[in-house]
């Protein structure tokens, strides 16, 4: 008779191991015996015929225990695929519940996804270049297209001579690159093309592509040789996505002639499809060399201007250097440069020379760090959102699992074991979330795209990869798993936990009787999750609320201008050819025409427009000033027309205007701002004194004119002064606007400035014609953004608290209709049903937001870099959402009320 | 070469082993005893390998096995073929059978031509 040995629990193996070895050495010993040993000698013998026991004895065990996995592998692999497709037969007989997961499900995480391929590609993702972890920025990454002019070395970004020397000076880099702004760039592919092109161009150093370690694709990039002479190298680079569009993959493009701004140049390569430059958030679509920047802008001729800084230098560390080496080497570098170029009579140079070195793995960007911090806010409040969701998901399923009683117990009843149970259920979940995440993966391509175009708003889009790439992938799958056991676990916990005999009894009507315990723990736990939505959705309701706020605060304020009644124009005059005296003359002229546009009341111009563009900055000395930091001898100006300040619509504290006069007869005189006369001046009268600019040309303060806020609406005004836009200086304004002041609503007038100015100079490039108001709005399009999608999640988030809230209601109701049904016939009235009803579902409101308010107190810090004029704990703003929430509450819970009191006793007590 | 297991080549006692069991299921020990009577005592020289063997071919699927009572009423682990090994064991005879008359051929062969 032999016995079947069943589980073989991995405890017993060796014991049985050692029961078959002994068996076999006591059946030799007894052989021997027989054939006349004695038992000790037998035994010895038996043994020694055996071999190495420990040896044999090992290897079988090793083989048992792996035997035994085995077999639990493939019986984990059939439960598994049989619980799959149990799930799937039953998520298909309730198609319509399953669809309505899933799609919540994948709103959620697609959501969530969405943001973080956006947070992946600006603040995550390296640039697509060999080894990217050996680049070194070297300058303030975010200034990737600014310019200043200063006599004092400036370490943001540098000028060409200070680059060639660190490039001689930093043995421990491979190779440092430099690369600066193109502006105002026209690509004609042949002479007759109508159109050009306006690409976004770099102007980069020889070794730009070989220090990124980018080969072209077709053709060659640029090399040393491009970096020799000055206008030597008239060659270009493109990127894959110009050829395409504009070249029409032709494979003939290297070699071919193009004209870039009124010069020949020819295209030697273009670069392969992922490689769009080095710049997050602005693709580079056009690399000329260096040395070619004079002859694209012969009148603002950067390269050669000792006093112009623009190039931000990217490094490569050579092997074996780190990080820590190469940042003193090049401060070490960058001290020397500055000592160098200290000359006699000047003040000292500063102990202290900041430069910035940081890793430059992912690149120079502008946009990474507003951006940045909003779109880790975004995450927040979309995974905030996210738990919403699955909390509703979980509720849906402690519904079912109600109905579900009688299957579970049958199930139960007939061998399967709890866990069994739960990993069906499981399974079920798993199946909704896969679903959910692989059509959220579908949804969030999409929507990462339609987020950069409504962050765009119409000025030029910030270009991301938004590609599919294995981090955001990989996000999505974690997503997905966390979501399972967020919804899937307490419900499946629950439905498995069935009082078999009640359950089986129950029969089809399911456990909807007052009296079930599962069903009274069952709304229990529905009730709490309510509570926990409510909580969260206060959270989101609150953020949204904050920010709506502080955009109100921005644009509420006092912007020193008269904001509701300009139109700003920028053209390109330097591109047209005005220059000197012709400039003098066509700055008057034009003015005075779009003075005489019906609805005009006044017309001034300046190189830096407001809200538009560029800004100039120069360090100067004060007499009688003492400099106590580099930056104290640094501030903002502008190059003005007549009657500025007034045509502004701006505030003339003290002195007077600058006028038509002044520029006439070439005065050096000088309006100064608020700011600037309190930090030089202190209290003292600053008309009359002077500055020293620094090519020691003097100007006298004629006038002090109350803080305007010209280009940025949230933060401090700077100093700031303005001088007159003619015979200040020798070289001509590099950019002219025109600020028109119109008597009445500005937009309809926006067109007519466009004409005159066409019908002034047919040729003058026009860069935009726009009402200030559009500019700002412009200007804080991110916020908007955020403000709105915040808004959008809140009230979306308080909808599914809502729809919760009214099921549990409503469930809740039903389970009373029996004690409800007692009460009305006993003589209670149908209002005091209403206000039980209401005074349930307040009661979970409350829990929640008793939760809510410290979480959203903690949360709202997040927010304080975002606000802007009021803080974290603004209470119009928390009043506000909590009174949304109560109402909306108070909405859904009305409906279940309101059928509760409409219950006919008979009926109900009849039923239970 | 395989790795000699108790002296013989590793793939010559699976083989065996089968072979054993063809006839219905044994111990180990009683295995072990026709090998010895089956190859006269000839090949087999430590016999704790063959235990290797056995727990080997169990895990590869070609045996099973069970707890039984021997003859004298002691507790031992019996083997039996599977269905996977009863195919394992055609196939097994089927190569060697080659192999041997692949090597006696060779082995027997007069000297080459010359030319």
């Known amino acids: 008779m032999r016995r079947a040995v069943g589980n073989l629990g991995e405890r017993n193996i060796p014991r049985h191991v050692d029961e078959e070895l002994a068996f076999h050495i006591e059946m030799r010993t007894q052989h021997l015996i027989a054939r006349g040993m004695s038992p000790d000698a037998a035994r010895a013998e038996a043994l020694r015929q055996f071999g190495d026991l420990t040896a044999v004895r090992q290897a079988c065990i090793a083989n048992d225990e792996e035997r ?68 070194v920025a070297i300058g303030n990454p975010s200034w990737v297209n600014s310019v200043s002019h200063s006599t004092n ?103 071919r002639d193009v004209v870039i701004n009124s010069s020949r140049f020819t295209i030697v ?52 250097v780190s990080f820590e080496q190469a940042k003193s080497q090049v401060e070490t570098a960058v001290r020397q440069i500055v000592t160098d170029a200290w000359t006699e009579g000047s003040p000292p140079p500063p102990n202290e020379i900041d430069v910035l070195v940081s890793d430059g793995a992912r690149g120079f960007s502008a946009v990474r760090g507003a951006s940045g911090t909003a779109l880790t806010t975004l995450l927040v409040g979309v995974g905030v959102l996210l738990l919403i969701i699955c909390a509703n998901v979980a509720n849906l399923l402690l519904a079912r699992a109600v109905a579900r009683g009688r299957e579970m117990s049958l199930r139960l009843a007939i061998g399967a074991g709890r866990g069994r149970l739960v990993r069906q259920l499981l399974s079920e979940s798993m199946l909704l979330a896969l679903a959910g995440a692989v059509i959220g993966l579908v949804l969030a391509r999409w929507g990462s795209r339609l987020l950069l175009v409504l962050h765009a708003d119409g000025a030029r889009a910030v270009t991301l990869d938004t590609g599919l790439v294995l981090p955001v992938v990989g996000f999505t799958a974690g997503l997905a798993v966390l979501t399972v056991v967020t919804f899937g676990l307490i419900p499946a916990w629950r439905t498995s936990r069935v009082d078999l005999a009640t359950a089986l009894r129950a029969g089809a009507r399911g456990t909807t009787g007052s009296g079930s315990a599962a069903a009274g723990v069952r709304n229990a736990l529905g009730r709490s999750l309510i509570a926990a939505q409510v909580a969260l959705s206060l959270v989101l309701l609150i953020g949204a609320a904050l920010l709506v706020r502080s955009l109100q605060s921005v644009h509420n304020q006092d912007m020193g201008l008269d904001r509701d009644h300009l139109i700003i124009a920028d053209v390109d005059a330097t591109t047209r050819g005005y220059a000197g005296e012709r400039l003098a003359v066509m700055m008057k002229e034009l003015a005075d025409r779009l003075h005489r546009i019906g609805g005009v009341t006044a017309v001034t111009y300046s190189e830096n427009g407001i809200f538009s563009g560029t800004e100039s900055a120069t360090t100067f000395q004060v007499p009688g000033f003492i ?78 004119i109350d803080d305007v806020k010209d280009h940025e609406l949230k933060g401090e005004v700077g100093r700031r002064f303005y001088v007159p836009i003619v015979g200040n200086a020798d070289n001509d304004p590099s950019a002219l606007s025109f600020e028109v002041r119109t008597a009445g609503d500005p937009a309809p007038i926006v067109e007519k400035v466009r004409q005159t100015i066409i019908e002034f100079d047919a040729q003058l490039p026009i860069e935009r014609v726009s009402t200030l108001s559009q500019l700002m709005r412009q200007s804080v399009r991110e916020d908007r953004l955020l403000a709105r999608l915040a808004s959008g999640f809140g009230l979306l ?116 | ?37 089956a190859t006269d005592d000839h090949l087999l020289v430590e016999e704790g390998p063959l235990y290797t063997a056995l727990h080997r071919l169990e895990r590869k699927g070609w045996l099973t096995s069970e707890w039984g009572y021997s003859e004298n009423n002691r507790k031992a682990r019996y083997y039996q073929l599977s269905r996977a090994g ?29 030319g």
Not at chain 1, 191 to 196: D, Q, R, V
Not at chain 1, 229 to 234: V, Y
Not at chain 1, 271 to 284: A, H, K, S
Not at chain 1, 634 to 662: F, K, S
């Open chain 2, 1 to 37: 070469m395989l790795e000699p297991e108790g002296g013989l080549l590793r793939g010559t006692l699976d083989v065996l082993i089968l072979k054993a069991l063809s006839w219905g299921p044994r111990h180990g020990y009683a295995v072990a005893e026709w090998v010895r009577t």
């Open chain 1, 269 to 320: 390569g273009v670069m392969p499809e992922q490689f769009r430059g080095e710049i997050v958030g602005q693709n580079t679509d056009l690399w000329l060399p260096l040395t070619m920047q004079p002859v694209i802008h012969p009148r603002r001729p950067w390269l050669t201007e000792r006093e112009a800084y623009w190039l931000l230098l990217l490094g490569r560390r050579g092997p074996g």
């Open chain 1, 797 to 912: 988030a308080l909808l599914l608290a809502a729809i919760g809230l009214y099921g549990v209601m409503t469930y809740a109701v039903s389970r009373r209709t029996g004690e409800i049904g007692l009460r009305l016939a006993l003589g209670a009235q149908r209002t005091s049903v209403i206000r039980m009803v209401l005074g349930d579902s307040l009661r979970i409101v409350l829990i929640g937001i008793l939760i809510g308010v410290p979480l959203a107190l903690g949360a709202s810090r997040l927010l304080r870099n975002q606000l802007y004029g009021i803080s974290a704990t603004n209470p119009s703003a928390f009043a506000v959402a909590l009174g949304v929430l109560v109402v909306s509450a108070i909405a859904a819970a009305l409906v279940p009320a309101w059928r509760a009191s409409r219950v006919e006793p008979l009926l109900a007590l009849r039923q239970d």
């Open chain 1, 153 to 255: 070395v400036r370490t943001e970004t540098f000028n060409w001579e200070h680059y060639k020397t660190l490039r001689e000076r930093l043995p421990g880099f491979s190779g440092v690159l430099a690369s600066g702004r193109a502006d105002g760039i026209e690509l004609r592919a042949d002479a007759s093309a109508a159109e050009p092109d306006r690409p976004r161009t770099r102007f980069v150093s020889g070794n730009y592509f070989q220090v990124l370690g980018v080969p072209a694709a077709r053709g060659r990039a640029f090399t040393a040789g491009d970096d020799e002479g000055i206008g030597a190298s008239p060659v270009a680079v493109i990127s894959h996505a110009l050829w395409q569009r504009r070249f029409n993959a032709d494979p003939g493009v290297v070699g």
């Open chain 2, 86 to 114: 009863r195919q394992q064991l055609r196939t097994e005879m089927t190569s060697w059978q080659r192999y041997v008359d692949a090597v006696t051929r060779a082995l027997s062969m007069p000297a080459p031509a010359r």
């Open chain 1, 68 to 135: 035994v996995r085995a077999t639990r592998r493939a019986g984990a692999m059939d439960e598994l695929k049989q619980n799959l497709v149990y799930a799937a037969r039953t998520l298909r007989r309730n198609a319509g519940f399953a669809t309505g997961v899933v799609l919540t499900l994948a709103v959620g995480i697609g959501a969530n996804v969405a943001i973080f391929t956006l947070v992946h590609a600006v603040l995550l993702r390296p640039l697509p270049v060999a080894n990217p972890e050996a680049l």
């Open chain 1, 627 to 704: 400099a106590k930091a580099d930056e104290d001898t640094l501030a903002a100006y502008d190059r003005i027309g007549p009657g500025y300040v007034t045509a502004i619509g701006g505030r003339l504290l003290r002195g007077r205007e600058i006028t038509q006069d002044d520029l006439d007869r070439r005065v050096r005189v000088a309006l100064v701002n608020q700011t600037m006369a309190r930090f030089y001046f202190g209290d003292t009268d600053p008309i009359g004194r002077a500055i020293q600019l620094d090519d020691s040309v003097s100007v006298q303060i004629v006038g002090v």
